[in-house]
């Protein structure tokens, strides 16, 4: 046989006017007194004095609909009986939460932006072709597989880089090919010049880009097409 519930609730009580007159259905403690072995109510929640004795469960309670009445007060009683947080700490649960969602989510959106593709082109005039250098310096496999950056060379005097199928024309980097070109610079403001080993040369320039588009159109009109 399993012991009768003892633990304490809220009942629906009855309170009075000092002149004895039915002041409203109110809500009291109710607890068990070990000591005379009975059930006793309480003051009403919101303060006012009872009478003593609960009605029954389904009594509907009138001290509601305003701050301070008894059922403004049950949530908070109610919580405390059933050892449950109060709503504060609920709301402060909830706010933590919501907080180390949103620094996830940061971190997420962060790491992801770390992790973003910047492609660079071949210099080579017409190639396609292009690589994740982003993911190459990081030592990342590129989102996609051709986004690699195996093979391909930094070709510094162009500002650019140059994928494997034309790594040629520039050679390896244990021996130059016909087309590295080098810069030859102007003295005293005097305008610069790229060079190849082939021979070819830019037309003086002022602007850096104008040298590597020249040599681009250069590598057109080599006789073996690129
Ligand atoms: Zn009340
Ligand atoms: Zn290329
Ligand atoms: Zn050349």
Same mark, same amino acid.
């Given at each position: ?14 309170? #009075? ?8 259905? +109110?809500?009291?403690?109710?607890? !068990?007194?070990?000591?005379?072995? #009975? !059930? =006793? $109510? ?5 303060? *006012?004095?009872?009478? *003593? /004795? ?10 509601? /609909? +305003? ?21 504060? *700490? ?13 620094? @996830? ?17 071949? =210099? @080579? ?10 993911? $190459? ?8 597989? $051709? ?20 790594? +040629? ?5 244990? @021996? ?28 003086? =320039? ?11 159109? +250069? ?8």
């Amino acid at each position: 046989m399993t012991s009768p519930d003892r633990s304490p609730r809220l009942v629906p009580v009855s309170c #009075e006017t000092p002149q004895g007159e039915p002041d409203g259905v +109110h809500l009291s403690l109710m607890r !068990w007194l070990p000591q005379i072995g #009975e !059930w =006793v $109510t309480g003051p009403a929640l919101c303060g *006012q004095s009872a009478t *003593q /004795g609960a009605l029954t469960d389904d009594t509907p309670v009138t001290c509601t /609909g +305003h701050a301070g009445s008894c059922e403004a007060y049950r949530d908070a009683y109610q919580r405390s009986i059933d050892g449950r947080p109060t709503a504060q *700490q609920e709301q402060i649960d909830a706010l933590r939460a919501e907080v180390d969602r949103l620094t @996830a989510e940061l971190e997420a959106a962060h790491t992801a932006r770390l992790n973003e593709p910047i492609l660079r082109h071949c =210099v @080579a005039p017409g190639c396609l072709h292009e690589y994740d250098i982003n993911a $190459t310096l990081c030592g990342r496999t590129p989102e996609r597989p $051709t986004w690699s950056g195996k093979g391909w060379l930094m070709v510094r005097p162009l500002d650019g880089d140059i994928c494997p199928d034309h790594a +040629h024309l520039v050679g390896v980097t244990v @021996a130059p090919g016909p087309h590295l070109p080098r810069w030859q610079y102007g003295d005293n403001d005097a305008p610069s010049t790229l060079r190849c080993a082939c021979g070819w040369a830019s037309p003086p =320039v002022r602007w850096r880009r104008y040298a590597t588009e020249a040599w681009k159109n +250069h590598i057109l009109d080599l006789p073996e097409q690129p």
